[in-house]
Structures are given as C-alpha cells and as structure tokens.
C-alpha cells in the first residue's frame, strides 16, 4: 500500500514540479514571449511524465515508453517548428511519429530485456527514417523550388544518395557476400592456384 502511495507521489511531485518550472520561467521571462515561444516544453514534459511513470511503475508498465515517446517527439518537433516557423515541415515531419513508435518499442524492450522488441523498435524506427528521407526530399525538393535555397535543399539530396547507398549495399545482401567471391569460384583438390 505504501509503495502505491510513495508512485503516486513521485507521479504528483513531477507534474508540480514541471508545472512550476514552467510557471518561474514565464515570470521571469516575461517581456520575452515565454509562452509562445516555449509552450511545446509543456507537451514534452507530458511525454517525459511517461517515462517517470514507467520508471516508478517498473517492468509491468514498460509500455509507458511508447505514448512518452510518441509525445515527448512530437513535442520536440512542435518546438523546433515554433522557434524557426518552418510549420511546413509537417507535410513529412509526420513520419517522426513512426519513428517515435519505434523509438518507444525499442525502450520498452530495452527496459524489459526483450530482444525482440528491441528489433521491432529498430526495425519500425528504419522505415520511418526511410519514409522521413523519401517524403522529406520530394516536398523540399519539388515543392521548395522556387524558394530561396534552405539547408534542407542541400540535406534531403544527400540524404537520398545516402538511403540509395545503405539499400543497395545493406538492405540488398552485398556488403554481406564480400569482395571477390562473386567473381572467383572455390578450387576444387588438385586444381592448381
């Protein structure tokens, strides 16, 4: 009974805790915009609240990961789109929720000791990373044409080479089947070098 009460309390304390933070913050900042400048901190401290539950509630609530980290990703995007402007990155920025699911089984397994979940969460986080890069070129790309040019004309081009080298040599098997033995068949006894 009593270990219910002293979760419970941290759960509290940590939700008082942040709501305070933020509330200084905002005091002492004033003249600056804090709330509207920072109010994604408020989603992210939602999402870290998750993790805070799944520490305090151990490995039968592991599965705290994957809504903390769906939300706590998402909060980190918002904000980054907030303190740039650049909201039209969710025409792609919505495939970091895939890798946020990933990201989420990836720590639930990792928690657990489960190497299976592990892989699940590696696995999802690649095709999300896979989507991010594909749909991320063809809007900055094609749709960003005619603005001046931003960083992410330069990144998404080379994120592409990058994706197309890792799926041919990677995903493809090459890299595994080595240098020479495609091109040079095993001798046989008694066959000269």
Excluded: C
């Amino acid at each position: 009974m009593s270990s219910n009460r002293n979760n419970t309390s941290i759960v509290l304390g940590s939700i008082l805790l942040v709501v305070g933070i933020l509330a200084l913050l905002g005091q002492l900042f004033r003249g600056s915009h804090f709330w509207g400048n920072f109010w994604p901190f408020i989603i992210i401290g939602v999402g870290a609240l998750f993790f805070v539950g799944m520490l305090v509630g151990g490995k039968s609530v592991a599965g705290l990961a994957i809504p903390g980290s769906i939300i706590t990703v998402s909060g980190l995007m918002l904000l980054f789109q907030n303190l740039t402007g650049y909201w039209e990155s969710w025409s792609y920025g919505w495939t970091v929720t895939l890798i946020s699911v990933g990201l989420g089984i990836y720590i639930m397994g990792a928690y657990n000791g489960n190497a299976g979940a592990r892989r699940a969460g590696a696995r999802v986080m690649e095709i999300g990373l896979i989507l991010f890069v594909a749909f991320g070129a063809f809007f900055e790309m094609i749709f960003s044409a005619g603005r001046v040019r931003s960083l992410g004309s330069l990144i998404f081009p080379a994120a592409l080479i990058l994706l197309g080298v890792y799926l041919v040599l990677v995903r493809s098997g090459l890299l595994r089947r080595g240098g020479g033995d495609d091109f040079h068949q095993p001798q046989g006894p008694g066959q000269g070098q």
